[in-house]
Nanobody
Framework: QVQLVESGGGSAQAGGSLRLSCAASGTKYCRYNEAPYAMSWHRQGPGKEREFVSGIDSNGRASYADSVKGRFTISQDNAKDTVHLQMNGLKPNDTAMYYC?????????WGQGTQVTVSS
C-alpha cells in the first residue's frame, strides 16, 4: 500500500518562497518492477477545482502548469523516495491546499494535503 505524507506548507508573503516535500512509502513495487510510476503535485484553492501543478516521472522528466512555469521546480530524491516542490516568487493566487499524488501501475494514491497561504 502506497502512503504519501506532505510537509512544508505554511504562510508566505508575495514574492517569497516555500518548499514542499512528499515522502512516499510502499512504492518499491512500482519502482523496481517497471510498473508505470510518477509523482505529482496538485492544488485546490478556495472555491476552485483541484488542478495539476507539477509532475515528475520515473525517468526524471518534469512537467509544469503554465501558471507556475519559471517559478516552481520539482525534484526527486530516489534514495529517500521523496519529491520536493520548490516554490519561488509566490503569488496570492498560489494560495491553496497542495496535494501529492503517486501513480503506481493502474492505481492513484493521494496524500492528505498541506496548506499554502500567500499574502499580498
Amino acid at each position: 500500500q502506497v502512503q504519501l505524507v506532505e510537509s512544508g506548507g505554511g504562510s508566505a508573503q508575495a514574492g517569497g518562497s516555500l518548499r514542499l516535500s512528499c515522502a512516499a512509502s510502499g512504492t518499491k513495487y512500482c519502482r523496481y518492477n517497471e510498473a508505470p510510476y510518477a509523482m505529482s503535485w496538485h492544488r485546490q484553492g478556495p472555491g476552485k477545482e483541484r488542478e495539476f501543478v507539477s509532475g515528475i516521472d520515473s525517468n526524471g522528466r518534469a512537467s509544469y502548469a503554465d501558471s507556475v512555469k519559471g517559478r516552481f521546480t520539482i525534484s526527486q530524491d530516489n534514495a529517500k523516495d521523496t519529491v520536493h516542490l520548490q516554490m519561488n516568487g509566490l503569488k496570492p493566487n498560489d494560495t491553496a491546499m497542495y496535494y501529492c499524488k503517486a501513480v503506481c501501475g493502474p492505481f492513484d494514491y493521494w496524500g492528505q494535503g498541506t496548506q499554502v497561504t500567500v499574502s499580498s
